[in-house]
């Protein structure tokens, strides 16, 4: 069990850029979920895959943002025209039903 | 909707003292409730789960909940504090596919 891994832990980028990151679930886990952290804050669900298809998108995922999950493997987050106020931890999780484990995330910083 | 409230932001004990970590849900039906552990600069790991089993739930690390209906409480304790136990701990509730949780505590092990 190699766990839940994110790529990359860290971005930086200027205002008006597109990042996208990367998740790769427990090999297993047919779930795939994305939520975001701010700074003292707990977590806030983003959108959730059962195999390839995404059946729930928070209203914080604005049109900006996009999550696809090819094949029911791994899962991409993209953001285009980061703002500011994006800037968070970008966290996803596994699960095969109602237990989530979760990856180290990606922390991202829009300047 | 579903939510936690976690009581105290920040809780300090001594190295060896009880660890009490509180976590109150509210839920319109019996939920499943989690609590998580988070170091810095990481994701989360999970302690342990309620999932209308036991209403005692053991975790690892040496934690344990109880889950208490007629208190609508969840609270996080373990007898003897560690120093490697200095971390974010956050409570979640579930009923669906998404976690809703807590705003967190921050526990500080005093030498």
């Known amino acids: 069990d190699t766990g839940v891994s994110q790529d990359p832990r860290h971005k930086i980028t200027k205002r008006g850029q597109n990042v996208t990151f990367r998740c790769d679930p427990i090999s297993e886990h047919n779930r795939l979920y994305w939520y975001r952290q701010t700074l003292g804050q707990g977590p806030e669900f983003l959108t959730y895959f059962q195999n390839e298809a995404q059946l729930e998108k928070s209203r914080l995922l604005s049109d900006r943002f996009s999550a696809e999950r090819p094949k029911g493997s791994f899962s991409t987050l993209e953001i285009q025209r980061t703002e500011q106020g994006d800037s968070a931890m970008y966290l996803c999780?596994?699960?095969?039903?109602?237990?989530?484990?979760f990856g180290p995330g990606t922390r991202l910083l829009v300047l | 909707a579903q939510s936690v409230t976690q009581l105290g932001s920040h809780v300090s004990v001594s190295e060896g003292a009880l660890v009490l970590l509180r976590c109150n849900y509210s839920s319109s039906v019996p939920p499943y409730l989690f609590w998580y552990v988070q170091y810095p600069n990481q994701g989360l790991q999970l302690l342990l789960k309620y999932t209308s089993a036991a209403t005692l739930v053991k975790g690892i690390n040496g934690f344990e909940a109880e889950f208490k209906k007629s208190e609508t409480s969840f609270h996080l304790t373990k007898p003897s504090a560690h120093m490697s136990d200095a971390a974010e701990y956050f409570c979640a509730v579930t009923r669906s596919e998404k976690l809703t949780f807590g705003t967190g505590t921050r526990l500080t092990i005093i030498p």
């Open positions: 999780a596994s699960g095969p039903q109602e237990t989530q484990y």
